[in-house]
Structure formats: structure tokens, C-alpha cells
């Protein structure tokens, strides 16, 4: 089913032709190259057609007008349609394959949703609109909100924050105004060392000190290493829930229980609560905060830098410190919006704004859409399949592949992967480039940091059995090759447009001008 065996076709050799390829799943690198605007463009041509200025004529640019060309390069109008459509091809999207990124829940984004965030009575409005005029879309959000809460059984919700690290900025920041009002100075975060790297950086941006707290030899909090740390200095803990090992932290009722003895509070990074949507409850766990990807969860669009949304769930100790504004329904249905200037003797202790306005409505409609057309059985549905396809992909490949933590039973909604079966001359990094050749976005790796050479690999419920088994029959064939130690591993990818790129010049000193090489 796959390119590189299939066909018998060795990485370093030129690729076969024709025929050659008639065996395989017909899943190729992306072998589409563009140069860039400047190289296929030049400056003596231009997609559009101006009237000459009348030679004699006063010129309307008056001192505006240009004195020397402007060197910039031109092409047709159906030129320029196709290099920006080649380049958007580029990129590798769920709509075009399996995007089986870790941590990341990359669904698919169902087109219905798509349709309801562009009808004009959502997509039009204006956030300082008054909102005798928008009640429709303070009623998305309202409703929206009523949905989190149901589903995570906790007492409130800020809606405000766009993405995931905003959200636990904006659960820190409760916590934060919790304790100012107990009159209380504890500075220590505990974050286990399998958090998200979100979790350890919020915690340090807040300004609180942040301590490490080992994984258990299965992959969990180590319980006693943690109540063992609690203390009057310890504001509280950051634990994510299933955690980035793919497991869920069956002890958290107990982590919970002894965190609030203490006095401090929990909060739980829910980017993972696809895995346990419409099973558990995070409020049932004892959680005080929790932020929820929209983006992940309830599959708005996500990638690329956003726009994401990450709703904060609160219990009732932290919800007199949510950020402002939130909608609140009046018992006539009517919404209003409680800001600064409403908020008076009814919500005093508000920490302040996470954003300008109401947050990020165009992944609200979506997720509301996504919700309402699942219902709470089609969400309890989502985790389920989410769950039994990550165990799909775990029992497929451990044969093959290094799974630690497989021994002690099923995953959640991922499976995680080591390089501990590789040979020496392979790394987790040759083989997410060999999945390049394969067509497939690769997994993510190197993280969690508490496996060496991670692979983490998180299908989602969207994909069928037989998109999974194609990933499948691609990951095996490429793991038998790393443990045989091949070393044409190591060339991958050879059918991508750009092979190895020195990814660590790209992020330190990116060249973001093209400069006209010399003659
Ligand atoms: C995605 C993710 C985050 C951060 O979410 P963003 O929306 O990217 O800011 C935090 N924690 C975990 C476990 C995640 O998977």
C-alpha cells in the first residue's frame, strides 16, 4: 500500500516512472515546486489596464505621484489565480489527509459549520454593534456557553480567551486574584514534567515559580511526589487531563482532594478533552480551571497561527475573579452584556480583560454548529471513536514499534510511540521525514519530552478504517526499515520539493526578503 516498498523504489535513487507506481496507495510527497513571484514575474508586465494620464494634464497624485518605477514584478491575472493556488497547495491540510499530529486533534472541520459562520447575521456584526442588535450572536455565545458548562459540570465559563495558553493565562490569572483575595502569597505552580509547554510558560508569565513534578514509571503523576511537594507556598497545580502520554490520570480526584487541603487550586489543561467529551466530567474531578480548545475539541478550523478559541471552565471558588464581559440571559430571554461600566456590586472581583472584545465569534458559531448537530450522544460518540481509533493505531504498530507505556493497558486518544527499536543510525526525526515521501503529515515528535525519541500520534474519530490503515501500512513499512537501520532513512524526504531544511538557521536568523541573487 505504499510508495517506497511497494514499489521496491530506494530513497537516493531516481524515482520510477510511470507503471512503476501502479501498486502503490497513490499517496505521493508533495511534489508540487513554485518558484517565487519574483522569478516568474517581471516588472514590464501587469494584470491590470490604467488609461494613460492625459500628457498635459495636471496629475491628481500631485507630489504623491511616483518619479521612478516601483520594481515590483507583474503577472496576469490568471497567473497570479494559479501561483497563489500552487502555493496554497503547498500545504498540507486535513482536507487533504490524515493529520494524525499529537496533542493537536486534527479534525476534520464539517462544512455545515462552515455555512452557518458565514451567514451575514453572524458572520456582519460589528463587537461595539448596541446589543439590542445583536441578540442573535450574544445568543450563540449564551448558548455556547450553557453547552461547556453542561459538559464539563463545572459552575461558569469566560469565553473571552482565543486560544489554549490564553485560557490557562486567564484560569492562572483567576487563581491568582483567588489567592490576593485570601490574602495569600504562594508562588510555586506545580506542573508535572509530561505537561504541555504551555503550562510551565503561563505559569512563569503569571510570575509565579515553576516546579517539576516526575511521571510515574506507567506514565501518570507520580501522586506521591506530589502531595509529598504541597505546601503553603504551593498556589496550586497544572495537570492535563488525559495527559500528553495519552493516559488518563485516574488519580486526579485524589491529586484534587489533597491540592485543596492544602490550599491551593487545580487547574486542568483540557486540550485533550477529546478524548473524555460527554464521559467525564471535569468538575466531577475537582477542577477549578480548565481551558477548552474549540480548535481541537469541536473542530473549528486550527493551524497556521489561529484564529483558535479557549473558553475557561471555572468553579464556583474561582468564578467571582472571571475576566469581563460575559453575556447573561434575563428571565424575559433578552441578553445583555455585563462589561466595566454594568458589572457594579454583581461581579467586583473580576480580574480585569483577557481580550478587547467578546472573543472569537466566527469559532463560537462553528462550535455551537459542531455541538448542536452531535448532540450530547454523538459527543459522547466522538470521544469513543477518537479513543478506539488511537487503540487501533497503538495495536498496529507495537509490534513494530516501541510503545512504553502500551503494557498497562489501552490509550486515550493517542497513541505514543519511542525510538527505543530503532537502529543506532535512525532518529524519530528520519522517520517523520520518511512519512513526508509517504504523503502524510507527520506525527509529533520529541514530545512528550518524558519518552525518548517520541512519536505521537492522534487520529481522531474522523478517520475510517481505511484511511488508518494506509497510515498504517506507511508506518510500518518505514519502522521495519528504521529498525533495520536503513540508511537511505536518513536522505528522507526525496519527493518533497525541499528536502532537509536546517530548521534551527529557518527560526534563528529567517531571511524574510528575497534579494535578486547576483549576476
Ligand atoms: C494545543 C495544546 C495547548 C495550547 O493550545 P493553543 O490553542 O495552541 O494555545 C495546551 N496544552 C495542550 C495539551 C495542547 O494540546
Known amino acids: 500500500m505504499n510508495v517506497l516498498n511497494a514499489s521496491g523504489w530506494k530513497p537516493g535513487t531516481p524515482v520510477p516512472a510511470g507503471d512503476d507506481f501502479s501498486t502503490v496507495s497513490g499517496n505521493r510527497g508533495l511534489m508540487l515546486e513554485e518558484p517565487l513571484i519574483f522569478e516568474i514575474g517581471t516588472t514590464e508586465t501587469t494584470g491590470i489596464d490604467l488609461p494613460e494620464p492625459a500628457a498635459d494634464g495636471p496629475s491628481r497624485l500631485g507630489k504623491h505621484a511616483r518619479t521612478s518605477a516601483i520594481g515590483l514584478p507583474g503577472l496576469s491575472e490568471p497567473e497570479t489565480v494559479r501561483h497563489y493556488t500552487r502555493l496554497s497547495r503547498q500545504n498540507y491540510a486535513i482536507d487533504c489527509g490524515i493529520f494524525p499530529l499529537g496533542s493537536c486533534?486534527?479534525?476534520?472541520?464539517?462544512?455545515?459549520?462552515?455555512?452557518?459562520?458565514?451567514?451575514?447575521?453572524?458572520a456582519d456584526v460589528h463587537p461595539l454593534q448596541p446589543v439590542d442588535t445583536v441578540q442573535g450572536a450574544l445568543g450563540v455565545i449564551d448558548e455556547l456557553a450553557v453547552w461547556l458548562i453542561e459538559l464539563t459540570g463545572m459552575h461558569s465559563v469566560a469565553m473571552t480567551p482565543k486560544a489554549g495558553a490564553h485560557g490557562e493565562l486567564c484560569g492562572i490569572l483567576c487563581i491568582k486574584a483567588a489567592l490576593q483575595a485570601r490574602g495569600e502569597d504562594r508562588r510555586v505552580i506545580l506542573v508535572p514534567e509530561s505537561a504541555h509547554g504551555t503550562n510551565p510558560?503561563?505559569?512563569?508569565?503569571?510570575?509565579?515559580?515553576?516546579?517539576?513534578?516526575?511521571?510515574?514509571?506507567?506514565?501518570?503523576?507520580?501522586?506521591?511526589?506530589?502531595?509529598?511537594?504541597?505546601?503553603?507556598?504551593?498556589?496550586?497545580?497544572?495537570?492535563?487531563?488525559?495527559?500528553?502520554?495519552?493516559?488518563?490520570?485516574?488519580?486526579m480526584k485524589a491529586i484534587s482532594d489533597a491540592v485543596h487541603a492544602a490550599g491551593g487550586y487545580v487547574y486542568c489543561d483540557g486540550a485533550n478533552f477529546n478524548a473524555i467529551v460527554g464521559r467525564v466530567r471535569p468538575g466531577d474531578l475537582g477542577i477549578d480551571a480548565m481551558h477548552i480548545n474549540l480548535h481541537k475539541t469541536f473542530s473549528t478550523p486550527?493551524?497556521?497561527?489561529?484564529?483558535?478559541?479557549?473558553?475557561?471552565?471555572?468553579?464556583?471558588?474561582?468564578?467571582?475573579?472571571?475576566?469581563?464581559p460575559f453575556t447573561e440571559r434575563q428571565a424575559d430571554g433578552h441578553i445583555t452584556l455585563v462589561e466595566e461600566e454594568t458589572a457594579g456590586d454583581r461581579h467586583p472581583q473580576s480580574f480585569g480583560r483577557m481580550s478587547a472584545f467578546?472573543?472569537?465569534?466566527?469559532?463560537?458559531?462553528?462550535?455551537?454548529?459542531?455541538?448542536?448537530?452531535?448532540?450530547?450522544?454523538?459527543?459522547?460518540?466522538?470521544?469513543?471513536?477518537a479513543v478506539l481509533n488511537a487503540n487501533y493505531m497503538l495495536r498496529s504498530l507495537e509490534d513494530l514499534l516501541d510503545a512504553p507505556f502500551a503494557a498497562s493497558g489501552p490509550c486515550m486518544h493517542e497513541a505514543l510511540f519511542s525510538d527505543a527499536r530503532f537502529a543506532k543510525s535512525v532518529s524519530t526525526l528520519d522517520v517523520a521525514k520518511a512519512l513526508i515521501d509517504e504523503g502524510f503529515h507527520p506525527m509529533t515528535m520529541y514530545f512528550p519530552l518524558v519518552v525518548h525519541g517520541a512519536m505521537l500520534v492522534e487520529p481522531t474519530e474522523c478517520e475510517s478504517k481505511a484511511s488508518l490503515d494506509?497510515?498504517?501500512?506507511?508506518m510500518r513499512a518505514i519502522a521495519e526499515r528504521a529498525n533495520a537501520g536503513d540508511e537511505n532513512l536518513g536522505a528522507a524526504p526525496m519527493l518533497a520539493p525541499r528536502r532537509r531544511v536546517d530548521e534551527t538557521a529557518a527560526a534563528r536568523k529567517p531571511r524574510l526578503v528575497w534579494r535578486e541573487p547576483a549576476a
Open 105 to 122: 486533534t486534527m479534525k476534520h472541520n464539517p462544512r455545515l459549520n462552515e455555512k452557518v459562520a458565514r451567514m451575514p447575521g453572524f
Open 201 to 251: 510558560a503561563t505559569a512563569a508569565f503569571a510570575g509565579f515559580t515553576v516546579e517539576g513534578i516526575p511521571a510515574d514509571a506507567n506514565g501518570r503523576v507520580d501522586l506521591a511526589a506530589l502531595t509529598g511537594r504541597l505546601g503553603p507556598d504551593v498556589a496550586g497545580v497544572m495537570i492535563t487531563n488525559p495527559n500528553t502520554c495519552g493516559l488518563f490520570e485516574r488519580d
Open 470 to 474: 494506509q497510515f498504517i501500512a506507511s
Open 358 to 385: 467578546h472573543g472569537q465569534m466566527g469559532m463560537f458559531t462553528r462550535a455551537l454548529a459542531y455541538i448542536l448537530s452531535h448532540g450530547a450522544d454523538g459527543l459522547r460518540q466522538v470521544a469513543e471513536d
Open 302 to 324: 486550527h493551524g497556521g497561527g489561529g484564529p483558535g478559541s479557549g473558553p475557561v471552565v471555572l468553579s464556583e471558588a474561582l468564578s467571582p475573579y472571571a475576566p469581563l
